[in-house]
């Protein structure tokens, strides 16, 4: 699979459904899930669209494709939309795919388990640079070189990097920072629904500047969880603000912003908190006000 397949690579729900129209066949969206027998779907994840190469592709047996593999999900990809769906259902039986998909499944358990780790403790991610088995590549890389000493699939994924029988192995920053953002995501999401469920609210704000000299604001919010058995007051921290506008207005105008943006409404609040800048607390032109 070439880069430029690569890059322009759509994974499921993408804009794709009508492409290349001008022909009587065409890609569609349609394909990504798999209609069960009775009745139910199952997500094809597996499944990519290159719109550069107007291509379908397996991204599991792309990635961990054997020597021997001469399927053409998992080297050139296929274009024949006519038989396409004999084509996938074929594929997602083979065995190889099958073995593919459970590599892929383990290797990014352990990924997403270093990146859970990492920030769990609040540790850095990166190094000087970003080569395997270097010198002061960081947390993240040291983990990924204990994990290959007893793991056999990462052992195997490394080797494959190592001997360059593929590119594109996951292990880069901006993977790392795309896992970061996804489960910041779902942290959130996980904090928003407890607040929902509890109503009511209170706020705490904190501004600082960073070493850029840049004002940031820290929102966090308390409240009476009562999504389990014991209830309890907790306290979140919810998003970090980057504001231009340092003055009471200002600052409320970015918070009110925020809490529309997270769904949250602001006459649920019930109490806030400041620190002693007069911008925060002043009663009659600070952000209290």
Same mark, same amino acid.
């Given at each position: 699979?070439?880069?430029?397949?690569?890059?322009?690579?759509?994974?499921?729900?993408?804009?794709?459904?009508?492409?290349?129209?001008?022909?009587?066949?065409?890609?569609?969206?349609?394909?990504?899930?798999?209609?069960?027998?009775?009745?139910?779907?199952?997500?094809?994840?597996?499944?990519?669209?290159?719109?550069?190469? %107007?291509?379908?592709?397996?991204?599991?047996?792309?990635?961990?494709?054997?020597?021997?593999?001469?399927?053409?999900?998992?080297?050139?990809?296929?274009?024949?939309?006519?038989?396409?769906?004999?084509?996938?259902?074929?594929?997602?039986?083979?065995?190889?795919?099958?073995?593919?998909?459970?590599?892929?499944?383990?290797?990014?358990?352990?990924?997403?388990?270093?990146?859970?780790?990492?920030?769990?403790?609040?540790?850095?991610?990166?190094?000087?640079?970003?080569?395997?088995?270097?010198?002061? +590549?960081? +947390?993240?890389?040291?983990?990924?070189?204990?994990?290959?000493?007893?793991?056999?699939?990462?052992? %195997?994924?490394?080797?494959?990097?190592? +001997?360059?029988?593929?590119?594109?192995?996951?292990?880069?920053?901006?993977?790392?920072?795309?896992?970061?953002?996804?489960?910041?995501?779902?942290?959130?999401?996980?904090?928003?629904?407890?607040?929902?469920?509890?109503?009511?609210?209170?706020?705490?704000?904190?501004?600082?500047?960073?070493?850029?000299?840049?004002?940031?604001?820290?929102?966090?919010?308390?409240?009476? %969880?009562?999504?389990?058995?014991?209830?309890?007051?907790?306290?979140?921290?919810?998003?970090?603000?980057?504001?231009?506008?340092?003055?009471?207005?200002?600052?409320?105008?970015?918070?009110?912003?925020?809490?529309?943006?997270?769904?949250?409404?602001?006459? %649920?609040?019930?109490?806030?908190?400041?620190?002693?800048?007069?911008?925060?607390?002043?009663?009659?032109?600070?952000?209290?006000?």
């Amino acid at each position: 699979m070439t880069e430029a397949a690569l890059a322009g690579c759509k994974s499921a729900k993408s804009e794709v459904a009508g492409y290349n129209e001008k022909f009587s066949r065409h890609f569609s969206d349609f394909y990504y899930l798999k209609r069960m027998n009775n009745g139910e779907t199952r997500d094809r994840k597996w499944l990519i669209y290159s719109k550069t190469v %107007d291509r379908v592709y397996c991204f599991c047996c792309t990635l961990f494709k054997s020597r021997k593999s001469f399927g053409l999900l998992a080297n050139d990809g296929t274009s024949d939309w006519k038989h396409l769906s004999q084509t996938l259902r074929v594929h997602e039986l083979s065995e190889e795919h099958i073995t593919n998909m459970n590599i892929w499944s383990e290797l990014k358990n352990r990924i997403i388990s270093v990146v859970k780790c990492l920030a769990k403790n609040n540790l850095a991610f990166r190094g000087s640079n970003e080569k395997l088995y270097q010198d002061n +590549n960081g +947390n993240f890389l040291g983990l990924i070189e204990m994990i290959v000493e007893f793991d056999v699939v990462m052992q %195997d994924h490394i080797r494959r990097i190592q +001997n360059s029988e593929i590119h594109y192995h996951y292990l880069g920053h901006k993977i790392q920072n795309e896992l970061i953002s996804m489960l910041a995501n779902c942290v959130r999401s996980s904090i928003l629904k407890i607040i929902k469920q509890a109503k009511y609210f209170s706020i705490i704000l904190d501004c600082t500047l960073d070493v850029s000299h840049q004002e940031q604001m820290t929102l966090l919010v308390r409240c009476v %969880d009562v999504s389990s058995s014991t209830i309890k007051i907790e306290e979140y921290f919810l998003k970090k603000l980057e504001v231009d506008d340092t003055s009471g207005l200002g600052l409320f105008t970015e918070l009110l912003n925020t809490l529309k943006l997270l769904n949250l409404n602001i006459n %649920d609040v019930r109490g806030q908190g400041y620190d002693n800048g007069s911008n925060m607390k002043g009663k009659h032109q600070g952000f209290q006000k």
